[in-house]
């Protein structure tokens, strides 16, 4: 048997990503690792310097991993379009969309434009 432990989720700033999920949505920071190069490079199929840092929020049993590779050398963060094969989004049931919508702005994400569907539905963009 087989369950979801968590989903990971690569980041440029952790302070940054941790305010936008835990003031949007009301993550709680469960732990927080700085993991080892040898074992993330080996794990990871990263090159060292690894860097890695995880921070695992948690909200009603779902886990949502931060990683942050502090180190040089990342890719830049791309647009992608939500057809490309992986994993598209996350979604969110919220007691009033149009203020998460509000929080979503004001920690740093964006609404993205024309998607609303008739106040039930909206895409979102976190700051990475």
Known sequence: MAVVNHVGHCVED????????E???GFRVRNELTVP???AAQLLGVERPVGLTAVYLELG?????LLHFERPGNPPARPRP???PGLTHLSFTVDDLASACAAVAEHGGE????????GMAVMV???D
């Open 14 to 21: 952790l302070a940054r990503a941790r305010a936008f999920y």
């Open 23 to 25: 003031g949007v949505f």
């Open 37 to 39: 190069d040898g074992p």
């Open 61 to 65: 049993g779902t886990v949502l991993e």
């Open 82 to 84: 939500f057809t490309e």
């Open 111 to 118: 609404v993205l434009e024309g998607t609303n569907v008739a």
């Open 125 to 127: 963009r976190d700051p």
